[in-house]
T-cell receptor, first 113, second 112 residues
Framework: NAGVTQTPKFRVLKTGQSMTLLCAQDMNHEYMYWYRQDPGMGLRLIHYSVGEGTTAKGEVPDGYNVSRLKKQNFLLGLESAAPSQTSVYFC????????????FGAGTRLSVL | DQQVKQNSPSLSVQEGRISILNCDYTNSMFDYFLWYKKYPAEGPTFLISISSIKDKNEDGRFTVFLNKSAKHLSLHIVPSQPGDSAVYFCAARNNAGNMLTFGGGTRLMVKP
């Protein structure tokens, strides 16, 4: 019962480096989301997808790109990392049913030096 | 402009007593509200929800109350247990979209 799996769990980058965070879900969910969590600010939506091949901007999309080539995977890319992107990143997914319950992965802790 | 606010960053209660976590919102278009619980180094997990057409929803020790006129919801935990110690987030859905808007979270500490 994997649910939502995020890879990697931890990463340290230097300013200007790039990386991709992978989110995989095995629940056949249509919707997938990327959030960042910063102290006192709760979870803020970066990008989301309502189905394979679709993506949309959330509240804080600048500096990030996403792709949803396969239904089960949602990738978050940082092309040129900045210290302001130091955060904990969470991926979530949900069905297209009426109830908007999202299921979260365990998170990726990213530090940009 | 934070549309969902949790004004208490932390709350400490004694085991066995009631914990009350509060959440205020500004957007009258929110139609569904959820509470999530988060332990350190884990992702948030869904706890309980309520539709805007209701004013109360109960699940075991957890009850959520919604006051639409005040744009306020609260989560009651009775009786509180040490295992309830976690960060609690309230979230709201805009009926026009597929997104949730989260509050900043309240850290609950239940002392034995």
């Amino acid at each position: 019962n994997a649910g939502v799996t995020q890879t990697p769990k931890f990463r340290v980058l230097k300013t200007g480096q790039s990386m991709t965070l992978l989110c995989a879900q095995d629940m056949n969910h249509e919707y997938m989301y990327w959030y960042r969590q910063d102290p006192g600010m709760g979870l803020r939506l970066i990008h989301y997808s309502v189905g394979e091949g679709t993506t949309a901007k959330g509240e804080v999309p600048d500096g990030y790109n996403v792709s949803r080539l396969k239904k089960q995977n949602f990738l978050l890319g940082l092309e040129s990392a900045a210290p302001s992107q130091t955060s904990v990143y969470f991926c979530a997914s949900r069905t297209d049913a009426v109830l908007p319950i999202q299921y979260f992965g365990a998170g990726t802790r990213l530090s940009v030096l | 402009d934070q549309q969902v606010k949790q004004n208490s960053p932390s709350l400490s209660v004694q085991e066995g007593r009631i914990s009350i976590l509060n959440c205020d919102y500004t957007n009258s278009m929110f139609d569904y509200f959820l509470w999530y619980k988060k332990y350190p180094a884990e992702g948030p997990t869904f706890l309980i929800s309520i539709s805007s057409i209701k004013d109360k929803n109960e699940d075991g020790r957890f009850t959520v109350f919604l006051n639409k006129s005040a744009k306020h919801l609260s989560l009651h935990i009775v009786p509180s247990q040490p295992g309830d110690s976690a960060v609690y987030f309230c979230a709201a859905r805009n009926n026009a979209g597929n997104m949730l808007t989260f509050g900043g979270g309240t850290r609950l500490m239940v002392k034995p």
